[in-house]
């Protein structure tokens, strides 16, 4: 990959063809400015994994071209990746709104690199200058406080990144509506390419103000007599405060579970976002002496996190709330992807337990925060780009938004469908597609150890779908005999008191496998007898089973 000297790059590290793990980086000679550092949460399949963040290593082996990390909201596929980058690369100077900050600084303080972190509080009226790029902000509107565009100003115009995005005109908690003067400034002096978010491009009409969705649940909490357990994203100050403000008019308490929704309602108090009566919040002790008409119970866990409060109440493992008929549960969110299976079968052990379970779009109690098809188009229209990159969704989302593009008055050429790692030039005499830089997935386990690799996750699958075999043999390679075995054990692969026959057919196969390689030479190589024997007892398995389990052998030499 080579960029030319008067040449902008734009590229993705994370956040195309897929929801999550957002990073987006513009390029000028030896400027760079990465717009978002999030992840994304794994899907079924990845065993064993929390989730999954992108591939630093391009940035770290141009670590001192990087100006600035400047962030557009709080949301985790957009901040996540924080702390794992800056323990790769601590200089960086990390700029975000100040609820955005709030929950950066708890990740950082995890991780133990707050101090060494330098971190600046953005407003939409900031405007960061280096030597050849600087950067300015416009307000737009999501489904959390303090949600910001950005702008790359470089030689040949504005690099625009829209970061997750609506036209709400009804926003709550006092959030102001989006700058449409500012999007369109921007749009009169010159936008070189538009990076627009995607998530909604197949959605046809706009999206539903968040003040529709308070107003809803302000309606169905009202009617609940008994106990209310609301479940909800904790930096979604805009349902916090709705579910807040429904228990002070129906006369409720509120007590608050879940560290991080703590730390939300925590950080939303300090900053002004919410406005909570002192004697509203109450413990979990208090709440189980009043009456269940007269109690909220606030939690994380709307995502079926199996360690999150709602899956321990709903699984009886709480320490301090039970499960009682009559109680009402209310997710106010929609299902990650990855996610699904997780909250129905959360939904339906709610259901067993003997709650009512309110949730989904068809009770109005959730409504996106990205913008359908006509905001997207007007998007495209305030902002004139020469350029347009459709980011942030999976790869139908992003054809599909360049279609909207083209409709809006953007060339088809014009219009650029990356994946991630494709690096595209502008330059004086046009666009290029000048090659790419590494940006694979980088996997974090339940330990929170990044890189546990493609090989362990793909034996992971394995073992979980084929099941394991352990061949187990004591030799003398001096004489070239085999003194024990070989033992033949089974995990997951075939209940060995049924599997007599077939467990002693293996036996013998790998008897002949281990004779014959240890004739082979005076000294032979205890790994070539390894892969002897797991080459052939997989094929000799599979033959009578038509499946390969894992195959793990095990040679114990006589000294």
Known sequence: MRIKNNEVAVYAIGGLHEIGKNMYCVQYQDEIIIMDCGIKFPEDDLLGINYVISDYSYLIKNRKKIKALVVSHGHEDHIGGIP?????????PVY????????????????????TTELHEEHEDTVLKFKKLSVSFFRTTHSIPDTLGIAVHTPLGAVVFTGDFKFDLTPVMNQPAPDFQKMAQLGKEGVLALLSDSTNAEVSQFTKSER??????????TGIHGRIIFATFASNLYRVSTAIQAAIDTGRK????????????????????LNVPKDLIVDAEEINKLPPDKVMILCTGSQGEPLAALSRIANGTHRQITLQPGDTVIFSSNPIPGNTLSVNHLINKLMEGGANVIHGRVNNVHTSGHGGQEELKMMVRLSKPKYMIPVHGEYRMQVIHTQLAQEAGVPAENTFVLSNGEVVCFGPN???????????DV?????????????VVHDR?????????????????????????????????VYMRESTEL????????????????????KPKESDIKKAISENLSDFLYSKTERRPMILPIIIEKK
């Not at 794992?84 to 960086?92: C, D, Q, T």
């Not at 529709?212 to 909490?221: E, P, R, Y």
């Not at 386990?445 to 090989?455: K, L």
């Not at 008897?511 to 082979?520: D, P, Q, S």
């Open 254 to 273: 509120v007590a608050i579970f879940g560290r991080s929704m703590e730390n939300g309602v925590d950080n939303g108090i300090d900053l002004g976002y």
């Open 96 to 115: 975000a709104t100040p609820f955005a900050l709030s929950l950066i600084r708890g990740k950082l303080e995890e991780h133990g690199i707050l101090k």
């Open 461 to 493: 699958q394995i073992l979980s779908e084929e099941g394991l075999v352990v061949a187990v043999a004591t030799v003398d390679y001096k004489h070239k005999r085999v003194l024990a075995g070989p033992d033949i054990l089974s995990r997951g692969f």
């Open 503 to 522: 467990i002693n057919q293996a036996q013998k196969h790998v008897y002949h496998v281990l004779r014959n390689e240890m004739a082979k030479s005076d």
């Open 212 to 221: 529709f969705v308070a107003q809803s649940l302000h309606n169905i909490i």
């Open 430 to 440: 046009g666009a290029r597609i000048a090659g790419r830089i590494p940006a694979g």
């Open 84 to 92: 794992f980058l800056l323990e790769k690369i601590p200089e960086i």
């Open 443 to 455: 996997y974090v386990d339940t330990s929170g150890t990044a890189d546990v690799g493609n090989v």
